[in-house]
């Protein structure tokens, strides 16, 4: 059984990851799109923002959709709409029937995103409760470079239209396989004690918002810095020895690197990791933007990426210490992702609005700021466990 359980939390691990590809299947294809179907760049930008958006709007009211019609049922019925959208969206050129499409691909995420860690803290061995949600929290960098690297091996040979119908089959694929697995398992553990009362189900203990607000605040302060990086490492008059596309690549090294740590003594202690990465996010920042040396810079962008795939995934792996029931989680998972969305939402045009009124030292003195807001909820959260 134990077998057929991690088998399961392996294809819905990477399930998650095309459904983090199905997010940024757009960025690749940006040239293409315009040249071939006359796209717009504010269309083409709402393209890629719908599903952000529907997470930052829709997430929470969601997870409580999901609590009451059941976490496999959702995780199941997200799949086959990422499916079904990806699919609609292969062969049209047609602007409103893409939008469309994209609109079912963005309610079939915020349920896959929500449900599927639900499932994972449900039905994973014990074991290998932290380090599967650890390395979930990384599906979305994971999800881009899979989108990136399948883009530049399909296009060649097959062009625009082989590449969306690669990514539908190969989310179907895995829909597929995790769904017929997972509906041979039993649940890991009841969803409640006997003497607890329905209306007590699904409640979740104070320090669940405590660090999905340290989440949020975590988005606010990388999403930004992330989204303008480029611009600034182009404006150095002594070039990075690396790109700002092969930085981000660090962030899923900080993710799958977690997934390992969680598995020994810091299982216990991940609300506590989250907390110090926030602080190593703050200080990669400064090094970037307010210390002069090249090769500083560089060691402060790495650290940066590096605790951001840290934090993203410690938040993740606390889940199992919160919750224990799939119900729960999914409202745990529901309030993480919607400060997650709106920190998306928000994120990169008050960083934008500071740069033009203070510059990149300003940028830095507000990313700082913005991580040590996430580390006072990181710290109420371990405060509270205590």
């Keep these: 059984m134990d077998l057929r359980r991690t088998l399961t939390v392996i294809l819905i691990l990477l399930a ?44 929470l009211p969601v997870a409580f959709a999901i609590r009451y019609f059941g976490v496999r049922l959702s995780l199941n019925a997200g799949a086959l709409l990422l499916f079904v959208g990806a699919l ?18 963005a309610i ?34 994971i999800g881009y470079a899979l989108a990136n690297y399948q883009a530049a091996a399909v296009l060649p040979g097959f062009g625009l239209s082989g590449f969306y119908l690669s990514m539908a089959l190969g989310y179907g694929l895995f829909g597929v396989l995790s769904g017929v697995l997972l509906s041979t398992l039993p649940r890991a553990q009841p969803i409640a004690p006997a003497a607890e009362t329905t209306k007590a189900r699904g409640r979740l203990p104070a320090r669940a918002y405590w660090l999905a607000g340290a989440f ?7 999403l930004p810095l992330f989204t303008f990086l480029p611009t600034y490492i ?26 390992f740590l969680v598995v020994g003594r810091l299982r216990s202690h991940t609300a506590s990791l989250t907390m110090f990465a926030l602080v190593a996010l703050a200080l990669g920042t400064a090094a970037i933007f307010l210390l002069d040396a090249p090769s500083v810079k560089l060691a402060g962008a790495i650290l940066f990426s ?12 606390t889940l199992p210490a919160i919750v224990r029931d799939g119900q729960s989680a999914s409202i745990a ?19 934008g609005f500071v740069i ?8 830095s003195i507000y990313v700082v700021i913005v991580c040590l807001l996430g580390v006072v909820c990181a710290w109420k959260a371990v405060e509270q466990k205590r």
Excluded: C
């Excluded at 590809?21 to 269309?43: C, D, F, M, N, W």
């Excluded at 969206?89 to 079912?104: S, V, Y």
């Design 306 to 317: 590096l605790a951001s795939g840290v934090v993203g995934s410690a938040v993740f792996a």
């Design 108 to 141: 079939g995420y915020v349920l896959v995103v929500i449900a599927a860690p639900a499932v994972l803290n449900d039905i994973a061995p014990e074991r290998l409760k932290a380090p599967a949600l650890a390395i979930w929290g990384g599906f979305v960098p």
């Design 234 to 259: 182009g404006l150095l008059d002594d070039r990075l020895a690396l790109s700002a596309a092969a930085i981000a690549l660090f962030v899923p090294v900080g993710n799958i690197g977690t997934g």
């Design 216 to 222: 949020g605040f975590y988005v606010i302060a990388s």
């Design 88 to 105: 609609f969206l292969w062969p049209t050129t047609d602007q409103f029937l893409a939008l469309f499409a994209r609109g079912i691909e």
């Design 356 to 363: 033009e009124a203070y510059g990149w030292s300003g940028l």
């Design 16 to 59: 998650g990851f095309y459904a983090g590809g199905q997010l940024g299947k757009i960025a690749p294809v940006v040239l293409l799109l315009r040249e071939q179907h006359g796209y717009s760049l504010t269309y083409l930008g709402w393209l890629t923002s719908l599903i952000g958006l529907f997470v930052a709007v829709a997430a």
């Design 333 to 351: 998972m529901g309030a993480i992702a919607q400060t997650g969305g709106v920190g998306t939402v928000i994120g990169p045009p008050i960083a």
